[in-house]
Every structure is written in C-alpha cells, then in structure tokens.
C-alpha cells in the first residue's frame, strides 16, 4: 500500500510561480509510474503530468506544456510539480497518484491505483 501526501498548494497572483510536492511511503517508489491531475469544481478530473517508472518519459497535458515542469527524486521518494505563468484556469484541487506496473495509458485516471488527498491551488486574476 502506497501513502501520497501532497503539499505546496496555496494562493498565488496570475504570472506567478508554486512548486507542489508528493511524497510517497510504503512502496517501492522506483517501481511506480507517477502522475498529477487536478479537478475544478464540476469538472472531471484532468490529466496534468505524469513521469514513467525510475528514467521513463514525461508527458504533460497540452493546457500546461511549456508551463508545468513535472520531476522526480527517487532517493527522497518525491515528486514535484514546478508551475510557472500560473493562469486562473490553473486554478483546482491538485492530486498526486501512483501506478503499479506496465501503464499504457498514463494520461487516464483509471490507470493509477493510489492517490493523494490533494492540494488547492487558487490563481487570481
């Protein structure tokens, strides 16, 4: 069983900058494909970032290419998700997830078997 806590969310003015961070415990964090997605009140939950097992390919959401740098520290267990240029539309509660094993579809929700609690993000115009 894998634990994701999430952490950096918060307030910041459009143009601005927030680092998230999500630890992980009680797994093997190599082993496990890595993903950020965010929710806005009544939407679906939308594909940020996501990074392959320990030197896999990232991939982001065609809102936050160019924008959002998603990384990984696998000696500490972390993954962060640096947000530049922040938007309004930016603005969501941001969870962290995991995926055991072969992922072929990283961008789906439905691929990832644990997940964070989440952080909220709010950008102001």
């Known amino acids: 069983q894998v634990q994701l806590v999430e952490t950096g969310g918060g307030l910041v003015q459009a143009g601005g900058s927030l680092r998230l961070s999500c630890a992980a415990s009680?797994?093997?964090?190599?082993?496990?494909?890595m993903g950020w997605f965010r929710q806005a009140p009544g939407k679906e939950r939308e594909f940020v970032a996501a990074?392959?097992?320990?030197?896999?390919?990232?991939y982001y959401g065609d809102s936050v290419k160019g924008r959002f740098t998603f990384s990984r520290d696998n000696a500490q267990n972390t993954v962060f998700l640096q947000m530049n240029s922040l938007k309004p539309e930016d603005t969501a509660v941001y969870y962290c997830?995991?995926?055991?094993?072969?992922?072929?579809?990283?961008?789906?929700?439905?691929?990832?078997?644990?997940w964070g609690q989440g952080t909220q993000v709010t950008v102001s115009s």
């Open positions: 997830a995991a995926a055991n094993g072969v992922v072929p579809f990283i961008a789906a929700v439905r691929s990832y078997d644990y």
């Open positions: 009680g797994g093997t964090f190599r082993g496990y494909a």
């Open positions: 990074m392959r097992r320990s030197g896999g390919s990232t």
